[in-house]
């Protein structure tokens, strides 16, 4: 079992800058790939950004520049910057994890962009 546990979102304006993080637990050996992923009011859980045990990340072409996931393999943690933000990036942020072909989510954490 994997636990995830998000902080960091909040109210930002637009253009803003928010850093969130998730810590997970309870693997004993580290986990596959780890990211995050949104949910928009009425429409589906969408990708952000991935990043696997090697460092290879993958992101959504509409935060490409824009946001950056790093992770540290030790700790077991995933941190999306997210820079110049906009108000279509309005959304519950989900982190994400991969491990022994099982999918793992947090709880989610709410991310606000004013115009």
């Known amino acids: 079992q994997v636990q995830l546990v998000e902080s960091g979102g909040g109210l930002v304006q637009a253009g803003g800058s928010l850093r969130l993080s998730c810590a997970a637990s309870?693997?004993?050996?580290?986990?596959?790939?780890m990211g995050w992923y949104r949910q928009a009011p009425g429409k589906q859980r969408e990708l952000v950004a991935t990043?696997?045990?090697?460092?290879?990340?993958n992101y959504a072409d509409s935060v490409k520049g824009r946001f950056t996931i790093s992770r540290d393999n030790a700790k077991n943690t995933v941190l999306l910057q997210m820079n110049s933000l906009k108000p279509e990036d309005t959304a519950v942020y989900y982190c994400?994890?991969?491990?022994?072909?099982?999918?793992?989510w947090g709880q989610g954490t709410q991310v606000t962009v004013s115009s």
């Open positions: 994400y994890a991969f491990r022994l072909s099982r999918n793992y």
């Open positions: 309870g693997s004993g050996f580290s986990i596959n790939v």
């Open positions: 990043v696997n045990t090697g460092g290879m990340t």
